[in-house]
């Protein structure tokens, strides 16, 4: 039986991965792993996960080279979700942020803030849209 | 507009949210929210879900009394997950440890360790199941 037996997909066969800086306690990310992507990201010490929009399995910095290093892998009680601490290389949010959840609202009503510095521009990671 | 119809939920009408101890950088737990229990949430300032398992609305520490205090509401990039901030009253895991995810696996084919000590005892949080 594989680690991922233990745990439970959705119908899809998905699991939802929670990504966390491991130094900084940054939450950076969330995405989506099918049991090959979790076997790949064990076996090689590196995320890969499942883009659901793509079809399409995919390792985190592939394109622009900000990999992750697994360091830890964590599931919660109800064996539906996974916690895993990385260590990141640049900034893991395709938009340039250092994490994904750069927005924030403090309370019902109130505005959208921009709670962390842009690190990098998006086009020169990932190349200008056609 | 409200702060819910800038996001974008699944077809179910739910958003995974991903609630983080602000004052230790713990991730606790990860449960899901519709738009009743993001307003009630915002509005209330204490946590509220949608339980998919028993298709229900509900306040995070309704029965065990360990609520959450809500610090900050933050979203990603694909306006598809929730990252809040709270302060927690008690254990956040309803098997009695401060996490759900208590649970790690280090590589691919390891054991699984338990990393956290255990808090409380579940059946005087919830009482004895019949």
Known sequence: MTFFDQL?????GLIPAIIQEQSTGRVLMMAWMNRASLDKTLATGKTHFWSRSRQKFWMKGETSGHTQQVQDVAFDCDGDTLLIQVEQ???????GYQSC?????????AAVEITEPRLEDPEKIYGKPA
Chains 1, 2 share one sequence.
């Open 8 to 12: 439970k997909p959705n119908a899809e």
């Open 89 to 95: 290389i640049g900034a893991a949010c395709h938009e």
């Open 101 to 109: 959840f750069y927005r924030s609202v403090r309370e019902s009503g």
